[in-house]
């Protein structure tokens, strides 16, 4: 078994190789607009159309018209879907792609709703009102009780991902500012630090 990593809030051809190149299994890019990582549809799909094949691409949707997250992917070639939003199961089960529904957890109330869901991923991230920190850790390992495959985000950087993925063994990683340089922009060697500390701790656990 080894931990999977998603690099989300790709805005550029340079970003998405540099993380292939170190190892990525996913690239996210986020149709959310207004939102600091947000991409075109138009761009995205330039990008998406250079990259290797066997690489999953993930469209991040909040609260979108089912039929507008379909056309964007169909016409950028996202290959699994990513809802942020209040989407209900019952949205989730009408699109024709894999989807991960995003969890925020805070108290383990939250974590019930994963039941609810009959998706192919649940990703727990940390309330966005909670703008800094990471995620729970013990409320996340919690999670893996509702899941067979948690996606573990939320403040995670090269720094701390081994603790993490040490405390809460999820299924896949995501990060997206913790390799950063700047806002849009990623960091070619925190993404390799990322990626190989990713590698060390499989290692040792697995």
């Known amino acids: 078994m080894r931990t999977r990593v998603k690099i989300c809030g790709i805005t550029n051809l340079t970003d998405a190789q540099t993380a292939i190149k170190a190892g990525a299994d996913a690239l996210g890019f986020i149709f959310v607009p207004e939102t600091p990582r947000y991409i075109k549809p138009n761009d995205a799909s330039v990008i998406i159309r250079e990259l290797p094949p066997f690489i999953t691409t993930v469209g991040v949707f909040r609260n979108s018209e089912q039929t507008e997250v379909e056309t964007i992917a169909q016409e950028c070639g996202i290959t699994s879907i990513q809802l942020h939003g209040s989407e209900t199961p019952e949205y989730c089960n009408q699109l024709s792609l894999p989807v991960i529904k995003v969890i925020e957890i805070q108290n383990e109330n939250d974590l019930q709703s994963i039941e609810k869901y009959t998706v192919n991923a649940c990703l727990v991230d940390k ?17 893996r009780a509702y899941t067979n495959r948690l996606i573990l985000a939320g403040g995670l950087t090269p720094n701390n991902v081994a603790d993490a993925i040490r405390c809460v063994k999820p299924y896949a990683v995501d990060v997206a500012s913790g390799v950063e340089a700047e806002k849009r922009r990623k960091d070619s060697g925190k993404i390799g630090a990322f990626m190989q500390t990713v590698k060390e701790i499989d290692k040792q656990l697995y």
Do not use: Q
């Not at 920190?133 to 919690?142: D, P, Q, S």
């Open 127 to 143: 309330p966005k009102v909670i703008s800094t920190g990471t995620i729970n850790l013990e409320l996340a390992k919690k999670a």
